[in-house]
């Protein structure tokens, strides 16, 4: 079982929906990012959490530690959202490889 | 602008022939990290370096060497050890965990595929 899943793996909806995507750790973290991958594959990191609730425009993320998920929200969504989101966990630090630990990411489409 | 260079952003190589991967960072990081990306699945740790000299394997290092000779710099060379290295690959650095700063940034990634 992969430390990091991701749901759902594949999301199509049309332009204006609100859209959730869901991650689910098994493993403690010290924080939670959330980042976005367009087609060209470059990533870009959108949120980075360890408690609590951020928002950035459009874009909301949460997460509750004690459950150990975290949702990204998107709301009034428009075609240009279309990307792949990662969710990915960083261990807390002493030990074993540094770095983090990546969902397998959830492809959006946004159709107009 | 401070950022991540990758370059080149496509790469071409013949089976059984080493190839560098470049990786640049302007932002004054202490700490540079090289990923693979393989379709269906999450990025995974290749090597990863927390100060200028000092660099430790990540969770797939084998076939794959890097050096740190300059804050600056961390450059992956991709051997012929390396059994299927056709992949995308991501360069990143971050500061320090301590730092009130601290967060990743990533670089546009190259594509090597093995002809």
């Known amino acids: 079982k992969n430390e990091v899943e991701q749901s759902p793996q594949n999301l199509t909806a049309q332009e204006g929906e609100f859209i959730t995507i869901n991650c689910s750790y098994s493993?403690?973290?010290?924080?939670l990012h959330w980042l976005q991958q367009h087609p060209g594959g470059g990533i870009v990191s959108l949120f980075m959490l360890s408690s609590g609730k951020k928002k950035h425009g459009r874009l909301i993320a949460t997460i509750n530690i004690q459950e150990k998920h975290s949702s990204l929200h998107i709301t009034a969504s428009h075609p240009r959202d279309s990307a792949v989101y990662i969710c990915a966990v960083r261990r807390p630090s002493g030990g074993g490889a540094d770095g983090l630990t990546f969902g397998k990411g959830t492809h959006l489409i946004i159709q107009p | 602008d401070g950022g991540i260079t990758q370059s080149p952003k496509y790469l071409f190589r013949k089976e059984g022939q080493n190839v560098t991967l470049s990786c640049e960072q302007n932002l004054n990081h202490d700490a540079m990290y090289w990923y693979r990306q393989d379709p269906g699945q999450g990025l995974r740790l290749i090597y990863y370096?927390?100060?200028?000299?000092?660099?430790q394997k990540g969770d797939i290092a084998e076939g794959y060497s890097v050096s740190r000779e300059k804050k600056e710099s961390f450059p992956l060379t991709v051997t012929s050890a390396q059994k299927n290295p056709t992949a995308f690959y991501l360069c990143?650095?971050?500061?320090?965990?301590?730092?009130?700063?601290?967060?990743?940034?990533f670089g546009s990634g190259t594509r090597l595929t093995v002809v």
């Open positions: 990143a650095s971050s500061h320090p965990w301590t730092e009130p700063n601290y967060g990743y940034t």
């Open positions: 370096s927390q100060i200028v000299n000092d660099f």
């Open positions: 493993v403690g973290i010290s924080a």
